[in-house]
């Protein structure tokens, strides 16, 4: 486990209103995605001052803030260490949402019921990366810079930043952010951040209608993530799997009509459960279950998540029965 993130509510020398979210993903160790995690909002405070300009200042003190926390990095990094860490950044104000972000960590933000904006991974085969990573003397090979690293972007990666005469946006491998401003509305609903073992699993759209379902229920932010990895696990990710959820006042309530139908499928899965295991001759896995479960197209299942939502519910009924069974 690579990932490393950071959540403040409020921001020293900011006016109430600001806040500041992070998800970075290590790879070759958590050296550069703890430094991150612990580190870049002192560089984000720091080029943004006590008056930010809005909305171009903001973009800038990001972009300065990502190459600064790399200098500093580099600085404090072992010499001939590997490593580094993608990084995506949200940072609140009261009328605008700005988001940060290098390599292949995203975020969506959710609008009105739909998603609005997706940040875009910074591949090698990209044309704006490919263009800078041939012009720094650099290769694309399966897709991969120098055949090795799947990002263009990260903190970190010096072995990658070591191209004579070029400044530090402009390596093979880059800090430098790519920032964008949303003015905020009435509509906007949540913005989620998370790691590439997330999207690995799950399309941004399926996500958001995951969120959505789960905050009908009245779940706390912490459960709906909780619930959204498990889903993810589920649904054969292997990856590092973070995320943050940032509720806006326009987010989905609690439904009394979407609580009733959540627990009328908690209940139909139950039953299910137990007559499957019943008209068994013998007792059946709980793969079996599921794979029979599955095939059978039970309706009113979670958008997006789908049955794998419901893994946790069919796997307490299971055990539950075999325990009452005695075969534990």
């Known amino acids: 486990m690579e990932d490393a993130h950071c959540a403040w509510l409020a921001l020293p020398g900011l006016p109430p209103g600001w806040a500041f979210f992070a998800v970075l993903d290590g790879h070759g160790g ?46 404090l990094w072992p010499r001939g260490q590997p490593g580094g860490s993608t990084a995506v950044a949200l940072l609140v104000s009261p009328h605008f949402l700005y988001l940060a972000h290098c390599g292949d960590s995203r975020a969506i933000l959710s609008r009105a019921g739909a998603v609005a904006f997706s940040t875009e991974d910074h591949r090698p085969v990209r044309p704006r990366e490919r263009e800078r990573i041939h012009d720094a003397g650099g290769t694309i090979r399966r897709r991969r810079l120098e055949g090795s690293l799947a990002v263009s972007r990260a903190l970190g990666d010096f072995a990658f930043k070591e191209a004579p005469g070029r400044p530090p946006e402009l390596q093979l491998v880059s800090a430098e952010p790519e920032v964008t401003a949303l003015a905020r509305g009435a509509e906007d609903e949540f ?118 939502c419901k893994a946790t519910i069919i796997s307490e009924a299971y055990s539950q029965l075999r325990q009452a069974s005695g075969e534990c």
């Not at 799950?202 to 789960?214: E, K």
């Open 191 to 308: 913005l989620l951040l998370a790691s590439d073992g997330v999207w690995d699993a799950m399309t941004g759209a399926a996500l958001a209608g995951l969120v959505a379902s789960r905050l009908r229920l009245g779940l706390a932010p912490e459960l709906v993530c909780a619930q959204l990895l498990d889903t993810c696990l589920c649904k054969g990710s292997l990856d590092n799997i973070t995320c943050i959820l940032v509720c806006f006042p326009g987010a989905p309530g609690p439904c009394k009509e979407a609580i009733k139908k959540e627990k009328e499928l908690d209940a139909v899965l139950g039953h299910r459960v137990a007559e499957l295991c019943a008209s068994a001759q013998e007792p059946p896995s709980l793969n079996e279950v599921f794979r029979t479960l599955i095939s059978e197209g039970i309706p009113n299942l979670p958008p997006g998540g789908g049955f794998y």
């Open 30 to 75: 958590t050296r550069a995605a703890l430094f991150g995690a612990r580190h870049l909002l002192g560089h984000v405070l720091e080029a943004l001052g006590p008056a930010p300009r809005e909305p171009e200042g903001v973009c800038g003190a990001l972009r300065s803030a990502f190459l600064s926390a790399d200098a500093r990095l580099r600085a």
